[in-house]
């Protein structure tokens, strides 16, 4: 249900230069939410079931990390405002929390209430969203997680 894409190195610490955060040298790779993924259970069922995909996700990650099939110092990046993911990506991966930091406004962008209220339907037919919309930075977080340090 999550996916790595590779981001360019000085894109992404250029970014994160502006918000006053060091990149350690190494591949950057962003950790992605596969939003066509849909769980129609109950809602109760569903977020166990979403939890517990996170989790294995995150554990593969872990594993593939520590065989370096990512490279010898990759970068894992998260950057949302789903506080389940950004804790489960610290439980597992470990790595430093950014607090109120969106590294592009554009990202913010594309969670407006409307949006968001469809992609989490989409996702999570049978619940429903409390407090929709996701467009204002300080509700995001970035974890950067880099094996090396």
Not at 4 to 30: D, N, Q, V
Not at 112 to 127: D, E, I, L
Request: with cysteine; hydrophobic share 40%; glycine share 4%.
């Amino acid at each position: 249900m999550t996916y790595l894409l590779p981001c360019e190195y000085w894109l992404f610490s250029r970014l994160a230069k502006k918000k006053h955060i060091r990149i350690p040298k190494g591949r950057i790779l962003e950790l992605h939410l596969n939003t066509k993924v849909s769980y129609k259970l109950d809602c109760h069922e569903a977020r166990e079931r979403f939890e517990r995909d996170l989790e294995q996700d995150l554990m593969l990650i872990k594993r593939r990390m520590l065989l370096n099939d990512f490279g010898l110092n990759p970068i894992i990046t998260l950057n949302t405002f789903n506080r389940l993911w950004l804790r489960k990506t610290l439980e597992i991966l470990g790595g430093t929390r950014y607090q109120k930091v969106v590294l592009t406004q554009a990202a913010c962008n594309l969670y407006t209430a409307q949006k968001h209220k469809k992609v989490f339907k989409k996702m999570f037919p049978n619940c429903s969203l409390k407090d929709p919309g996701r467009q204002s930075p300080e509700k995001w977080d970035l974890i950067v997680f880099s094996k090396g340090v």
